[in-house]
């Protein structure tokens, strides 16, 4: 699953793309991805918020994720 | 056009007024946001501003959209600048204009406070020996 | 200075962000009056602006005074034209700067309110056919 | 008595300057110069309001008039 990181989730991972192989616990959706992320990289468990944009939008939990989506990790914003 | 949103990497200032300008407008009211030499005492050397630039383009766009249809306005301008930027450095920049200053006022203040909610933007904060992702962590 | 206070021909809206800029302020806030197409829907051909100017300057000196004291501001800008204004003309320019975003909203507007009711300045507005001084009459 | 006019005063009466002469009416405080003045030009009467400003500073009613004061008479400003 290909994934973009940014802010303090590109540090965590280490880089801004990966594309993720979660093996037998491919999430399909928002909610699954999470904990997914959360499952493989602690640190994300530890931010004030995370959330998940698909095709550059806000995405809730229940979004079901289709291969050819544009997968965003958006941790917490801190513009202006 | 009556909004004009823009992530750039350097903010001019003094275009704004005339981009807000218009002749059915009394007021214009603007916010600027700037570099602040210290936060809790520590001195800050830069801010880093990191963006997913079409996911904000799409958000600031639909926070002009809600203040034009929550106040009569005449003009909404929203710009973020992007990349490393000094103390005294213009960061964002949000205004509106209206026939009457209540609803620009009101406008320009929406527009900041959301902007900072909702915007895919993220600031990092470059101390002397470290720096910080800001809000990252309760 | 921590205030910048001006009676003048034209204004210049370019310079007030630097005017407000200070290493310690986070936010800056302005507000720019100018001058409307119409009023209750008749077409204003331009505004004349008059001052009894010794007393308008220690007007808006108490009232940048009264700002700076009310809230924790880095600056104060003041800035009123005179003479004659056309359409989309800037005609007063208000600003504060403070460390952070609401000091200087509400100290923007709080020195655009009461400019208007306490400044030695008055408005003639020259319509095609008649010139009225605005708020003269009940 | 040397007073200046701003505004609508100024149509009111004429002229910017005037030293008026008030004859045996000749007022002693603000609140008699504002009698005099609305006798004089019934015009004042139906101002928004009127104030009077001595040596440049808004003046309250009981405020006595000296002879060598910068008197202005100040109706409702417009400015903004």
Redesign the interface.
């Given at each position: 699953m290909d994934l973009l990181f940014f802010g303090i989730a590109k540090d965590i991972v280490g880089t801004s793309q990966l594309d993720m192989d979660f093996g037998e616990d491919s999430p399909n959706s928002v909610a699954e991805l999470k904990q997914a992320l959360k499952k493989r990289y602690p640190e994300f468990s530890k931010l004030t918020s995370l959330a998940i944009a698909v095709n550059s939008e806000y995405a809730s939990d229940d979004v079901q994720l289709k291969s050819n989506d544009e997968v965003a990790i958006i941790p917490p914003v801190s513009g202006g | 056009m009556n909004k004009i949103i823009e992530i750039v990497q350097d903010l001019d200032?003094?275009k704004v007024?005339?981009e807000l300008?218009?002749?059915?407008?009394?007021?214009?009211?603007?916010?600027?946001?700037?570099?602040?030499?210290?936060t809790n005492n520590e001195q800050v050397m830069a801010l880093e501003?990191?963006?997913?630039e079409?996911?904000?383009l799409?958000e600031m766009d639909k926070l002009a959209d809600t203040a034009l249809e929550k106040w009569k306005l005449n003009k909404v301008v929203i710009k973020?600048a992007v990349g490393k930027k000094e103390?005294?450095d213009?960061?964002?920049i949000v205004g509106a204009s209206s026939?009457h200053?209540s609803e620009?006022?009101e406008a320009?203040?929406f527009l900041?406070d959301t902007?900072?909610?909702?915007?895919?933007?993220?600031?990092?904060e470059l101390f002397k020996n470290k720096s910080v992702?800001?809000?990252?962590?309760?």
């Open positions: - | 200032t003094n007024y005339q300008s218009h002749p059915s407008s009394g007021g214009i009211c603007v916010f600027v946001g700037s570099v602040r030499e210290f501003f990191e963006t997913y079409t996911m904000a799409k973020h103390v005294q213009a960061v964002v026939a200053r620009c006022f320009c203040r900041i902007l900072k909610e909702t915007v895919p933007i993220w600031k990092k992702w800001v809000s990252a962590h309760p």
